[in-house]
């Protein structure tokens, strides 16, 4: 370890985390290209062509070029996976449309209680569980 400085080992660490972290973004700059439904098949080839070829220099003027549009993708692309797992949820939970997001089993109790309370008939209970259950 004596012919081997601490500084050089810095300096090591340093390159060898710039170098994982240019292969992060050369990654990134390939899936944002597969991605991206503006490019046609022939930009999207020569954007994959020009970053396999000089791939330092590909993906920096992709980056530069093209930078504020991959935000925008990732952004749209969380808000996408977002709002399907809501709606995912929202479906395994049972819950009915858009209408205050009650569950079948919170609407059956309420009109129970409805009708224990005398504010509906049975023939009203009846004919709102089954529109509920249906």
């Given at each position: 370890m004596d012919d081997y400085p601490l500084l050089d080992l810095f300096l090591t660490m340093l390159w060898f985390f710039l170098w994982i972290m240019w292969l992060f973004l050369l990654f990134k700059v390939i899936t944002d290209i597969f991605r991206d439904d503006s490019l046609n098949?022939?930009?999207?080839?020569?954007?994959?062509?020009?970053?396999?070829?000089?791939?330092?220099l590909g993906v920096l003027v992709y980056v530069i070029a093209r930078g504020k549009?991959?935000?925008?993708?990732?952004?749209?692309?969380?808000?996408?996976?977002?709002?399907?797992?809501?709606?995912y949820i929202r479906k395994t939970a049972g819950t009915q449309g858009g209408g205050g997001g009650a569950s079948a089993t919170?609407?059956?109790?309420?009109?129970?209680?409805?009708?224990?309370?005398?504010?509906?008939t049975a023939e009203e209970f009846e004919k709102a569980k089954a529109k509920v259950l249906s």
């Open positions: 098949g022939w930009g999207k080839a020569g954007w994959l062509i020009f970053c396999i070829l000089l791939p330092y549009s991959m935000g925008r993708r990732d952004i749209a692309q969380a808000k996408e996976s977002e709002a399907a797992f809501q709606e919170d609407e059956l109790a309420r009109l129970a209680d409805l009708k224990n309370k005398g504010a509906i």
